[in-house]
Every structure is written in C-alpha cells, then in structure tokens.
C-alpha cells in the first residue's frame, strides 16, 4: 500500500504523533523517551509563547493504516528577521527504514516551505534552543540524554538522498572525573575569582534563586546572540521556561557566579542524570514516573550540563574555570563520576577546551542539515 500523509488536527491526532517515536524505539536501549506533557506544552499553539512569532504545522505518515512516520515543520519568522533569510525548519521527523515513507514526509515539509514563499530549509530544529536540535550522525550505541534527539543510523541517510547537507555540528562529550579537582583549574579560578571580584551565591533551597532567575536567562540572551541560529528569548517565553524548571533544580548543581554588585557574572547549570528514570517512566510523570525522578535526583553517579554562560566582558577571562571549579566541587562531594556535557557547536573551540584538563571523550555528534529550494 501506498503512503499516505495526514496534516495533524485536533488533540487525538497530536497525541498520536508525540508518541509516535515510542512505536520505532521503545525496546531500543539507547533511546530516552521525552515527557509526553511537556511535548504536548511545546506543540500546542495556545500553550506555547513560541507561537507569538512562529508558525508549524505537523503531518503523520501513514501505510497500511498504521502511523510509520511524522515530521513538523516551523517558520520562525523573529530568526527571518535577524538574519535576513527565508528560511522553514524541520523538526519532530521520525520514520521507519523506508525511503517511500522518508520521502514524503520530506517533500510534504518542503512543499509546505515554498507554499509560505521560504528558498531554504534547515533542522531538525526546534522553535527555540531550548527544543531538541540536529541529528545524531555519531555515537548510535551511546545512552541518549533527557531532552536530546536521538535517531537510528539510517536517518541521515535518508536525509542526505534528498539533497540536505551539512550547515553546522554539535559534538557532545562523557566526561569521567577524578577525585580530586584539575589543579590548574582551581588555581586559574582562584586568581581569576580575586582579580574580578566574583564570588560564587551560596543558596540551600531552590525558591532562594528565583530572584536571579530572569537575570539568567536574560544573561543567555546576551551571551548566546552571535551563536549559530540563537534567536533571543522573549519575556513571555523566559517566565513559561522560569516555571517549568526553576523549582526543579538543585542549587548545588547550579552555580551562579556574581560580581561585586551582586549581579549574575556566569552560570552553569547540570541535574543529575534523569535519563534512566524516565525511560522507567516511560515518559510519563503519572501515576508513578514521579517517583522514577524523585530518586534519580538523589544517589546518582551520573550528571548531565545543560548550560553554560559568561557575560560578554567577562569572557575569555577565565571565568569559566570558576564556574567549572564550583561544578567540580559540588560533584565530589556528591560521589559525581560521570557527566554528559550534551550538544556544544564544533566551532565553539573555547568552550570544548575547558574538557583538556579532564578524561573527556567525544562519543556523539549531531548534524543540522541545509538545503536550497530554489
């Protein structure tokens, strides 16, 4: 039979394509199944701020009545704007070994792109960075981590067929630690801690933090701006994001580094691994997969780093070493033995450096494919 495509309308269907992906990979070790909620709050127009200044639309491959593929397709016009191009992103693209299938999803995306006036696509990539980005072309036997994409080999196989090629890399690295801490770094963050006056903000429960928070984001904004495709953060979306994980976090495992007027200098922020807990729960928090989270937050070798910035007059300073300092210190006395650095841009060298003083090993790499349409 014939593949069929369907646009995605109502909730029955959208349900459907979220837990899609459950149907390819579900006895597949290597895969971490997202939340089901939260893909339902990042899908649905009315509870995404994302929206304000994006436009999608989905579609659910079908063969022989069964859902085989889906693939989302996004315009973000404030990325248009700031980089002057006509550009419409995939992401969400899942499909079973089959290049009919792969196909067309593929040029049901494409022929939506050129309908809305776009001469370019891109992805996979999400509305903000905050989403799922780039397609794993390395490390397919390696553990996948909470909120990244994770996809068999023959994905990119399938997209580079079709004309796509590389526009930019993340490389991610499993970092095994010592322990004790690198001696140069903690030196360079005591001489750069003294030089620039910062001092590390000592909270013990994680509603002490919310006053900085807005700052935090609002320091992405600044740091990340000239990074591939960033596109700031609006003042709706930096809420929606503060109450979602701000009373999660662990403030340990959360360092801010202040100046002498108390304002944010950098941040790093890493969680313990939940990796493993919602594949237990099946990415469902109800009726028990709370209760997965709630003992990987305790007792638990493994971290994984989400983000990392400095203000832009402090860069290259040193500061970094600060924060990785705290982070490092925190880890040992938490047991900490492994942590997963998730996706930095393979241009970002200064960032990946900070690993030379550490057992690093790059063991996976993501790709955001280009093509032109005209």
């Given at each position: 039979?014939?593949?069929?495509?369907?646009?995605?309308?109502?909730?029955?269907?959208?349900?459907?394509?979220?837990?899609?992906?459950?149907?390819?990979?579900?006895?597949?070790?290597?895969?971490?199944p997202?939340?089901?909620?939260?893909?339902?709050k990042?899908?649905r127009?009315?509870k995404?701020?994302?929206?304000?200044?994006?436009?999608a639309?989905?579609?659910?491959?079908?063969?022989?009545?069964?859902?085989?593929?889906?693939?989302?397709?996004?315009?973000?016009?404030k990325?248009?704007?700031?980089?002057?191009?006509?550009?419409?992103?995939?992401?969400?693209?899942?499909?079973?070994?089959?290049?009919?299938?792969?196909?067309?999803?593929?040029?049901?995306?494409?022929?939506?792109?050129?309908?809305?006036?776009?001469?370019?696509?891109?992805?996979?990539?999400?509305?903000?960075?905050?989403?799922?980005?780039?397609?794993?072309?390395?490390?397919?036997?390696?553990?996948?981590?909470?909120?990244?994409?994770?996809?068999?080999?023959?994905?990119p196989?399938?997209?580079?067929?079709?004309?796509?090629?590389?526009?930019?890399?993340?490389?991610?690295?499993?970092?095994?630690?010592?322990?004790?801490?690198?001696?140069?770094?903690?030196?360079?963050?005591?001489?750069?801690?003294?030089?620039?006056?910062?001092?590390?903000?000592?909270?013990?429960?994680?509603?002490?933090?919310?006053?900085?928070?807005?700052?935090?984001?609002?320091?992405?904004?600044?740091?990340?701006?000239?990074?591939?495709?960033?596109?700031e953060?609006?003042?709706?979306?930096?809420?929606?994001?503060?109450?979602?994980?701000?009373?999660?976090?662990?403030?340990?495992?959360?360092?801010?580094?202040?100046?002498?007027?108390?304002?944010?200098?950098?941040?790093?922020?890493?969680?313990?691994?939940?990796?493993?807990?919602?594949?237990?729960?099946?990415?469902?928090?109800?009726?028990?997969?709370?209760?997965?989270?709630l003992?990987?937050?305790?007792?638990?070798?493994?971290v994984?780093?989400?983000?990392?910035?400095?203000?832009?007059?402090?860069?290259?300073?040193?500061?970094?070493?600060?924060?990785i300092?705290?982070?490092?210190?925190?880890?040992?006395?938490?047991?900490?033995?492994?942590v997963?650095?998730?996706?930095?841009?393979?241009?970002n060298?200064?960032?990946?450096?900070?690993?030379?003083?550490?057992?690093?090993?790059?063991?996976?790499?993501?790709?955001?494919?280009?093509?032109?349409?005209?």
């Open positions: 039979m014939s593949v069929s495509i369907k646009k995605v309308s109502g909730k029955s269907d959208l349900r459907k394509f979220i837990v899609f992906p459950f149907s390819i990979y579900q006895d597949n070790p290597n895969w971490i997202p939340l089901i909620m939260d893909e339902f990042t899908l127009k009315d995404n701020p994302a929206f304000d200044f994006c436009e639309e989905y579609w659910l491959a079908y063969k022989d009545n069964k859902p085989v593929g889906r693939i989302a397709g996004i315009i973000h016009h990325y248009n704007e700031k980089f002057n191009v006509k550009f419409a992103r995939f992401g969400w693209i899942d499909f079973i070994d089959d290049h009919e299938v792969s196909s067309a999803l593929i040029n049901t995306f494409e022929s939506w792109a050129k309908e809305k006036g776009m001469n370019h696509v891109h992805g996979p990539l999400g509305f903000t960075d905050m989403d799922g980005e780039g397609m794993l072309i390395e490390g397919f036997n390696e553990v996948s981590t909470f909120g990244s994409i994770y996809n068999s080999e023959y994905y196989q399938h997209i580079e067929k079709f004309g796509y090629e590389k526009d930019a890399d993340w490389l991610e690295f499993r970092v095994t630690l010592n322990k004790a801490i690198p001696e140069k770094v903690s030196r360079i963050a005591k001489a750069v801690a003294s030089r620039e006056k910062l001092h590390v903000l000592k909270v013990k429960k994680a509603k002490e933090m919310l006053p900085y928070a807005r700052e935090i984001f609002y320091l992405i904004n600044d740091a990340y701006k000239d990074l591939y495709g960033f596109v953060l609006t003042d709706k979306q930096i809420d929606m994001y503060v109450k979602a994980y701000f009373g999660f976090i662990k403030p340990g495992f959360v360092p801010v580094v202040l100046n002498e007027q108390n304002k944010v200098a950098g941040f790093g922020i890493t969680m313990p691994s939940l990796s493993k807990a919602i594949k237990k729960a099946n990415g469902k928090l109800f009726p028990f997969g709370f209760i997965h989270l003992n990987a937050m305790k007792n638990n070798p493994e994984d780093l989400y983000l990392t910035a400095v203000k832009p007059e402090l860069q290259n300073k040193g500061v970094n070493a600060v924060i300092n705290e982070i490092n210190n925190v880890f040992i006395r938490n047991n900490i033995k492994y997963e650095t998730n996706r930095e841009l393979e241009a060298t200064k960032v990946q450096a900070q690993w030379r003083h550490y057992d690093a090993r790059q063991h996976k790499r993501r790709r955001c494919y280009k093509k032109d349409l005209s």
